[in-house]
C-alpha cells in the first residue's frame, strides 16, 4: 500500500531553519507530482509548494516564497521542504501529499496524504 512519512519537524526559534522530508513507498514515486501543505490550529489546510515529477517546476505560495524551496530525489523516494528565515506563522502540521497526474494547489486535487509533521516556530 501506499505510505508517505514525514520527518524533520521540531521546535525552533523565529529566524532559524528546518528541512522536513517526505519518504514515500507502494507508488511509483517518479511519477508522482509531490506537494506540501500545512494545516494550523482551527484553520484549513493551505497549500505551501508543490514539484513536477522530474523536479523542473515548482510552484509556491506567496507566504512562502523566497523562503521556502522544495526538491525531491526521485532515486530515493524523497521529497524535501527546505524552510529558512522561518517565522511565528509558520507553525502548523506540515502535509506532503501526491498527485499522479499534472501539478496542482488544490488539497482535494491529491491521491495520497502523510500524516504530517509538527513544526513549532517560537517568537
Known amino acids: 500500500q501506499v505510505q508517505l512519512v514525514e520527518s524533520g519537524g521540531g521546535l525552533v526559534q523565529a529566524g532559524d531553519s528546518l528541512r522536513v522530508s517526505c519518504a514515500a513507498s507502494g507508488l511509483t514515486f517518479s511519477r508522482y507530482a509531490m506537494g506540501w501543505f500545512r494545516q494550523a490550529p482551527g484553520k484549513e489546510r493551505e497549500f505551501v509548494a508543490v514539484?513536477?515529477?522530474?523536479?523542473?517546476?515548482?510552484y509556491y505560495a506567496d507566504s512562502v516564497k523566497d523562503r521556502f524551496a522544495i526538491s525531491r530525489d526521485n532515486a530515493k523516494n524523497t521529497v524535501y521542504l527546505q524552510m529558512n528565515s522561518l517565522k511565528p506563522e509558520d507553525t502548523a502540521v506540515y502535509y506532503c501529499?501526491?498527485?499522479?497526474?499534472?501539478?496542482?494547489?488544490?488539497?482535494?486535487?491529491?491521491?495520497?496524504w502523510g500524516q504530517g509533521t509538527q513544526v513549532t516556530v517560537s517568537s
Open positions: 514539484i513536477s515529477t522530474s523536479g523542473a517546476t515548482t
Open positions: 501529499a501526491a498527485k499522479r497526474v499534472g501539478i496542482s494547489y488544490i488539497p482535494n486535487h491529491y491521491d495520497y
